[in-house]
């Protein structure tokens, strides 16, 4: 277990560590407006015609 000196002593690097952070993204709206993020962690299908075949999780569905 740590000690309350040694607790204290983390959650001061860590709120360090928070006000760095927030810091550059503060910096980084100076220039920037907009920060768009992807919805999901994998690439989109492919745009193709209503009905083809497309594997998904291995298993072959209709793209609608």
């Known amino acids: 277990p ?6 204290q002593a983390m ?5 360090d560590q928070r006000d760095a952070f927030i810091l550059a993204w503060e910096h980084f709206f100076d220039s920037v407006d ?9 690439t ?4 193709c015609a209503t009905g083809t ?10 793209y609608e």
């Open 2 to 7: 740590l000690t309350d000196e040694e607790q």
């Open 11 to 15: 959650m001061r690097q860590f709120l």
């Open 34 to 42: 907009v920060l768009l993020c992807p919805v999901a962690a994998t």
């Open 44 to 47: 989109a299908l492919e745009h």
């Open 53 to 62: 075949p497309q594997v998904v999780d291995g298993e072959q569905v209709r």
